[in-house]
């Protein structure tokens, strides 16, 4: 059975008849690593944040719904469906920079959520703060504790962003494009750690990225979109053996293979994105029938 | 082929302003420790490493953005290493830059078309605006773009634009810094494929910071691997990855997730 079931999701810039999803659907297991792919701009993260409820002010959900377990996230009184993503969800952030509060300290960066949101006592969420960190391998967590984000590295940031993640123990983790501002071989080691983490804790994972690579290294399934509509949807396997949709092909052609001398750089051909074009449109005009 | 640049026993450091004391000069960090080689004519060189490694100082100090504390650094059998900014400027037309970030490299209230004619009239080129209406179609973009801001440009068309104003001058030598790190891989490919045209086309030399070797195989001749400010493997592009010698060199190349699940990247922990 599916942890999130997202159906028929429709987001419009708030004011705009503009559809910034296009009726998207998709279901993610409880214990799989979905991979949400797209180019910038084809709403995979505006997924994730209608997941959470973190959408800015300027979009707006119209249509669907988004269930955790079983229950309409969309039909609960705000209060009650904040309450319920935070204890079932979590966000792994993009950029450790901007999600950490640079004036305060990493502890209670950690801690507040447990408090604010469990309703965990202060010396427990301490404690389960001191725990996450040794569990992201992080040497001395005591002292990561009390530093503040700039005396930490990039990469240490990001652990203590993942630890950050998992202390609640959620059930469901939103993971943002979290490797992007970092390089290679602190991007490899991260994400080791992610799925070290979502394997040891059986959480599911909704992976938004736009790096084909890292998907077929860590996801089970994946969806492709397109301008805020689903192209594809398709088991990681099968996907990077025979991928049906053209607009996939392409982009799959595009990304590049370092271990293959022969392998050209293709940007995806005009006529691809025309024939997407076209998609998108024909949905458009669906809706407003 | 004759080198355009000679690069000897290049030092480079920096004052560490987050340990300053109150009063006195700050301590220097040397960023880079020593660098030696060459760039022939013609030649795109991929110069890769980690962040931190002094990949960007050593670009800036190639294009004399930054002054070399020791060493040498010859353009075309000029010694640019100390020379001040009024003895650079008439030599400057020849070297010129792609920057990594469109959106803070081009100024938001010009059109693309005064963007990429500033350094034409900067250096006194006739018809400044032909020129940069010329260079825009030589990145594949159509002339009425020139009337176009920055922020009506896809991230792709934005980095078309700085390159458009890198080439506008005509320049022997382009130095581009992480200039597909912030693109999606359909333009990322978009854009590589320009800039490996222009290269054949305008018989350019090219110098290609990125800290990903996957794209460099597809575009450079020639690769420089640098590791915390030292050079740790200078090889042909084809040598490098069929046989990388120096450790980083397969620690790079082993951390880059190729598109294929086949192929075993890291033991998932289960």
């Known amino acids: 059975m599916s942890f999130l079931k997202i159906r028929d999701l429709s987001v419009i810039l708030r004011g705009t008849n503009h559809r910034l999803l296009r009726g998207v659907s998709l279901d993610v297991g409880a214990t799989e690593v979905m991979g949400l792919v797209g180019e910038s701009g084809a709403g995979k993260s505006m997924i994730g944040k209608a997941v959470l409820g973190i959408l800015p002010r300027s979009a707006k959900i119209v249509s669907g719904s988004i269930e955790l377990e079983g229950v309409d996230l969309l039909t609960l009184p705000p209060r009650q469906r904040r309450h319920m993503i935070g204890q079932k969800a979590a966000l792994i952030p993009q950029d450790p920079l901007t999600a950490l509060n640079p004036a305060r300290r990493i502890g209670p960066q950690i801690s507040d959520r447990l408090v604010d949101i469990l309703g965990w006592v202060r010396a427990r969420a301490r404690a389960r703060a001191e725990e996450i960190l040794h569990d992201v391998h992080i040497p001395q967590p005591e002292r990561v504790l009390r530093s503040y984000p700039h005396e930490l590295s990039g990469g240490m940031r990001q652990r203590v962003l993942i630890a950050s993640a998992f202390a609640a123990e959620p059930r469901l983790i939103v993971a943002d494009e979290p490797t992007t501002a ?6 490899k080691q991260i994400l080791k750690l992610i799925f070290e983490m979502q394997a040891r804790h059986g959480t599911a994972l909704l992976f938004v990225t736009h790096d084909l690579g890292v998907v077929s290294k860590i996801c089970q399934r994946l969806t492709v979109l397109y301008g805020g509509l689903v192209m594809e949807e398709a088991e990681v396997g099968a996907f990077f053996d025979t991928p049906t949709h053209p607009y996939s092909r392409a982009l799959l052609a595009a990304t590049p293979r370092h271990t293959d001398p022969t392998a050209d750089l293709t940007p995806v051909p005009e006529a691809v994105i025309a024939e997407a074009r076209r998609a998108v449109a024909e949905a458009d005009q669906r809706w407003h029938a | 082929m004759s080198a355009l640049y000679q690069i000897e026993d290049l030092r480079l450091s920096l004052p560490d302003m987050t340990r300053k ?4 000069a700050a301590p220097r960090i040397e960023i880079l420790k020593g660098m030696s080689f060459t760039i022939p004519k013609g ?4 110069i890769v490493g980690g962040s931190g490694s002094g990949k960007s100082t050593l670009g800036r100090a190639l294009v004399r953005l930054l002054e070399p504390t020791s060493g040498s650094v010859r353009f075309d059998g000029t010694d640019l290493t100390h020379l001040s900014e009024p003895e650079l400027r008439p030599l400057r037309h020849r070297f010129q830059m792609i920057f990594q970030d469109p959106m803070s490299s081009l100024n938001p209230r010009m059109s693309v078309a005064r963007i ?21 179609e030589r990145v594949g973009l159509p002339r009425s773009f020139g009337a176009r801001f920055p922020h009506e440009l896809s991230g792709g068309q934005r980095q078309r634009v700085g390159i458009a104003r890198a080439i506008a001058l005509r320049p022997d030598f382009i130095l581009a810094d992480e200039i597909v790190s912030g693109l999606d891989v359909s333009s990322q490919a978009q854009v590589l494929t320009i800039l490996r045209d222009l290269v054949r ?3 350019l030399t090219l110098a290609f910071i990125s ?19 030292e050079i740790v493997e200078d090889a042909e592009c084809e040598a490098l990855f069929a046989a990388p010698k120096a450790a980083y060199t397969r620690e790079l190349l082993e951390a880059i997730p190729e598109p294929d699940p086949k192929k075993p990247w890291f033991q998932r922990a289960s």
Do not use: K, W, Y
């Not at chain 2, 004391?21 to 006195?24: K, Q």
């Not at chain 2, 030649?43 to 991929?46: I, K, W």
């Open chain 1, 182 to 187: 970092l390089d290679v071989t602190v991007q």
């Open chain 2, 21 to 24: 004391p109150m009063f006195g």
């Open chain 2, 43 to 46: 030649q795109v060189l991929g």
């Open chain 2, 116 to 136: 990429i004619a500033a350094p034409l009239s900067l250096h006194g080129r006739p018809n400044p605006r032909e020129g940069a209406l010329e260079a825009l």
């Open chain 2, 201 to 203: 086309e305008m018989n």
């Open chain 2, 211 to 229: 800290h990903d070797l996957s794209v460099i195989r597809r575009l450079c001749d020639r690769v420089l691997v640098l590791h915390q400010g």
